[in-house]
């Protein structure tokens, strides 16, 4: 404990954090900073060789999220062009996910308090709707569809008023 | 769209502002109300939502997900399931979810106007997804002139207004106020403002928004200023500005309206400029380096006022209020195609580069600033013709041209053809460029204006440098102003874009006229028959498509530029500030007096080789030219 305290401003100093599962992780402190959670946990002097447990999140995600933080951490700032660009390659590929896993990263991020995989989940499930049919939709997100077809055909007629697209006008160049 | 038909200078200032101009049922779109009513209804809390937004996820991260999607996707999503609809049908909903959420929602809101029928369109780019978008249709006339409007937005109501404005071709101006709510995407008409008037200076300060000078119905420029409390809608005077004066750009910075009367090359006289304090309600002078720097298009950013310079080929450089002075921005200046007016390439490729006549489409903006302010605008077509594939009978044969200009390669020449019905054409330009650069637009060496003035068919044609030259005009055949003015006239190497801008100061009123051409390049051909065509049918009839011009851009959320690749130090310097000094030698013909002076063209040509090769002033007939060093303000 004494140890701990000593070492706190050290930012090599490894965290460790254990799933809701029972599974123990370490991340270097400065990748475990960018969860809000877990840095007011070590400025509380709560993190110890016992690990920080965190009840909601199950090992699959703590994992990836470890992952996550690790490489952010190890390149947050003074990035080069590259760098950034290489981050970003990392994210997409990162978040390259099956809902489930997303839902869980999502929910894991939040509850950790990690901004930017958090806006990654979020950002990621809006492109998953994005593009889809509503029946794709449906599928996609295990959703019923509640509407009677008659419902279903008034919608279909009802004017989508706001803001319709413009097409690049190229046709008529 | 309701038309007001137009007979008189009075009585349309009163048709055009009044409250009576009702908006066609088309803008006033349905919402959600159209829902079958076994729907649930609007205000149902979300707390009695049996089903999860997204099932597997809390209800706010999911919202948190659907509030991301961009509008266009909408019209799918809403089918999705009874929660989903209600949340996406229903913009008002969307947006506020969005703002209680911290979401910002930066839109580009862009007036542009078909370039033919004048017809206003109001498009929104998306900031978030970089997707354009189109509202419904300003209720607003016609024929009202783009440029006139005082177009201000308040991003924390998700509102725009759109005051005053003019009819184009009556010089009359509006009182109309229209708001549009980005919310419910609609437009409404509001409280008219006190004064009419166009071509003003507006702004929002603290919620508030300011309105001052502009042209008003009389076509004098007004000083009166006035400002409106929207919750309230309604319009008071403030302060007058203590000057009669026309707005072509205005700014608010840390909480002050900065009005200036713009500058107009060739700034022979300083543009004029007032700040207002409405702390103190009380307007007073605009430093003298800001108003004689700010010579384009303005945003402030961070309280900071950058202007894009469009007289210092599209520079973008920022005022110091410490020195007065400005500081060019690092980095490259804006792109030339987004010169303004701003415009959309018309011919990605392009026709083929060696086609005779290239046909433009533009506008002519006359303005006179004294006695009378005016200023009005048409819509116009032109032919650059070149005049080795396709001579123009009644024009110089392009090897004349290329005598007087002294050059050996393609000659062009931009003009109305007379076949028409035009009864005028005020002002052709003969385009004389280098051999060298044979098709090539790069090497303009020389430029011949031909001016006629119809009432007493006389012509006169003198030539001209490219980009800019000054030309004192002695001549007693003037087509526009006595003979004291003198003409400056500025104009290019057309391209996807022409212009021509002349303007002409008079030297005891101390006041300028300036007439300006810009156009934009819609079709090459070298047919006969397609140019006849494309004159022949002129006013509207021609489909040669739409191609949008925005002249004002409002930002309703300053995060867009902030954007640091537009500031960032790693782009080299840019050179120090040119000297801009004009070359001004000149030279005049008058071509009609010539040939009733001179018996054959013989005789003509050998005047026009002997005045051209020693090109000094002492060879130069004095009647016809005269030497004057251009003063550029800054030097």
Redesign the interface.
């Known amino acids: 404990m004494a140890a701990a305290t000593d070492d706190a401003g050290d930012s090599n100093e490894m965290i460790r954090v254990v799933s809701s599962d029972g599974e123990h992780f370490e991340m270097p402190e400065a990748a475990a900073n960018l969860s809000l959670v877990l840095r007011h946990m070590i400025e509380d002097d709560c993190a110890d060789a016992a690990g920080i447990p965190l009840a909601v999140v199950a090992a699959k995600p703590l994992a990836k999220i470890v992952d996550y933080c690790t490489k952010h951490a190890a390149k947050s700032s003074g990035l080069t062009i590259e760098e950034a660009e290489e981050l970003k390659r990392f994210d997409a590929e990162f978040i390259e996910v099956d809902?489930?896993m997303l839902?869980d990263l999502?929910?894991a991020a939040?509850f950790m308090g990690v901004e930017g995989l958090s806006k990654l989940a979020?950002?990621r499930?809006?492109d998953l709707?994005?593009?889809?049919?509503?029946e794709q939709?449906?599928e996609t997100?295990?959703?019923?569809?509640?509407?009677?077809p008659?419902?279903?055909e008034?919608?279909?007629k009802?004017?989508?008023?706001?803001?319709?697209?413009?097409k690049?006008?190229?046709r008529?160049? | 769209m309701r038309r007001v038909r137009v007979s008189s200078h009075q009585s349309p200032i009163h048709k055009l502002g009044d409250s009576q101009m009702k908006l066609t049922p088309k803008f006033r779109l349905a919402t959600t109300s159209a829902l079958p009513s076994s729907m649930p209804s609007s205000d149902l809390e979300q707390t009695s939502w049996e089903t999860p937004l997204i099932p597997g996820l809390p209800d706010d991260a999911a919202l948190n997900c659907l509030l991301r999607l961009p509008v266009e996707a909408h019209e799918a999503c809403r089918l999705v399931c009874r929660r989903w609809h209600h949340l996406l049908a229903d913009k008002a909903r969307f947006f506020m979810q969005r703002k209680v959420m911290g979401f910002r929602s930066p839109l580009l809101f862009t007036l542009a106007f078909h370039r033919c029928t004048g017809k206003i369109q109001w498009k929104v780019l998306d900031l978030n997804y970089l997707t354009w978008h189109t509202i419904p249709a300003m209720p607003c006339r016609d024929r009202a002139c783009p440029r006139g409007f005082g177009c201000v937005a308040i991003p924390s109501d998700g509102t725009l207004l759109v005051c005053g404005g003019l009819v184009s071709d009556m010089d009359c101006p509006l009182h109309l106020v229209l708001k549009y709510d980005v919310y419910k995407n609609r437009w409404t008409v509001m409280t008219r403002m006190l004064a009419a008037r166009s071509f003003f200076a507006g702004g929002v300060i603290d919620g508030r928004v300011y309105v001052a000078g502009g042209y008003s119905t009389d076509q004098f420029e007004l000083n009166s200023a006035e400002v409106l409390d929207p919750v309230k809608g309604v319009w008071q005077p403030v302060a007058s500005m203590g000057m009669n004066m026309a707005s072509s750009d205005s700014a608010v910075i840390s909480g002050r309206l900065y009005v200036t009367e713009g500058c107009a090359w060739p700034f022979f006289s300083s543009p004029r400029g007032q700040v207002y304090d409405p702390k103190i309600d009380r307007w007073e002078a605009m430093p003298v380096g800001m108003r004689e720097g700010w010579t384009g298009l303005s945003v402030v950013i961070d309280e900071h006022l950058f202007v894009i310079s469009e007289y210092e080929r599209m520079k973008v450089k920022v005022y110091d209020p410490e020195t007065d002075s400005w500081d060019s921005v690092k980095g490259p200046p804006m792109p030339e195609r987004i010169m303004k007016p701003f415009s959309r390439r018309p011919l990605p490729g392009g026709g083929p580069a060696t086609a005779a006549v290239r046909l433009y489409e533009g506008r002519v903006r006359h303005s006179r600033r004294r006695p009378a302010a005016h200023a009005f605008e048409y819509h116009v077509r032109y032919a650059l013709v070149d005049l080795d594939r396709l001579p123009l009978p009644g024009h110089l044969s392009p090897d004349e041209a290329r005598l007087i200009a002294s050059t050996s390669g393609p000659v062009h020449l931009l003009t109305i053809p007379k076949s028409v019905g035009y009864e005028q054409n005020p002002l052709s330009i003969y385009y004389c460029y280098d051999s060298a650069e044979q098709g090539q637009d790069g090497n303009l060496k020389m430029c011949i204006a031909e001016v006629t003035n119809t009432p007493w068919g006389e012509r006169v044609m003198f030539t001209f440098q490219p980009g800019s030259d000054l030309v004192a005009k002695p001549l007693h055949v003037s087509p526009f102003m006595d003979m004291l003015g003198n003409w400056s006239i500025r104009a290019e190497s057309p391209g996807d874009t022409l212009y021509v801008v002349i303007s002409v100061q008079h030297p005891t009123l101390d006041n300028y006229f300036t007439a300006s051409f810009h156009a934009k390049l819609v079709e090459k051909t070298s047919s006969s028959l397609r140019l006849a065509t494309f004159f022949w049918l002129m006013p509207h009839k021609v489909a040669v498509g739409i191609y949008w011009e925005a002249v004002r851009l409002w930002l309703k959320n300053v995060k867009f530029l902030d954007h640091p690749r537009y500031l960032n130090a790693s782009y080299r310097d840019e050179a120090q500030k040119r000297n801009l000094e004009i070359r001004s030698s000149c030279s005049f013909l008058q071509k009609q007096k010539m040939n009733d002076q001179r018996s054959g063209s013989a005789d003509e040509t050998a005047e026009i080789t002997n005045h051209h090769d020693q090109n000094g002033e002492e060879s130069v007939p004095k009647r016809w030219c005269v030497w004057r060093d251009a003063q550029w303000p800054w030097s």
């Open positions: 809902t489930d839902y999502l929910v939040d979020v950002q499930t809006a709707i994005k593009g889809k049919t509503p939709n449906r997100f295990g959703i019923v569809n509640d509407f009677t008659e419902e279903e008034e919608i279909c009802e004017n989508e008023w706001a803001f319709q697209i413009t690049p006008p190229s008529l160049c």
